[in-house]
């Protein structure tokens, strides 16, 4: 194996890091050393200007933005809109939507599927 990652884990896992340190719009943004620290303690050692070069891509790709002073970020989205929208663009890719749409539900346990019983019952979106 070379040892790189697979295409997009770094920035799933910087937002994810993000998330979970601004986990709402009133908590202070984070800088990019923090975020790097966190990732650091995780067991993830990266240098700061990996992380500060994938935030930036990140405020591009408009999943992240920066404070008025330009030196700590915050998530445009909370966790689980990411999350819900990562799995969207996971499923748009695929072939077969339907095989992965049944091994994703065969995954779930049932309170996962409880809850997924109940949105689709619902008719609504649970947002």
């Known amino acids: 194996m070379n040892g ?8 799933a896992r910087v937002v994810q890091v993000l998330t979970a340190a ?18 650091a303690a995780a067991g993830d050692e990266l240098a700061v200007t990996t992380v500060l070069t994938v935030l930036t891509r990140l405020q591009r790709k408009g999943l992240v933005e920066r404070d008025a002073d330009g030196r700590a970020y915050r998530p445009t989205r909370s966790g689980s809109e990411a999350t ?26 049932e309170h996962d599927l409880d809850v997924l019983r109940a949105a689709l019952g619902s008719g609504r979106r649970l947002d």
């Open 22 to 39: 601004v986990p709402t719009p009133s908590d202070p943004p984070a800088t990019g050393r923090a975020v790097r620290d966190a990732l």
């Open 4 to 11: 790189r990652r697979p295409h997009g884990s770094l920035e």
């Open 84 to 109: 819900a929208e990562a799995m969207t663009a996971v499923l748009a890719r695929a072939g077969d939507r339907a095989a992965v749409l049944q091994r994703f539900t065969g995954a779930l346990d």
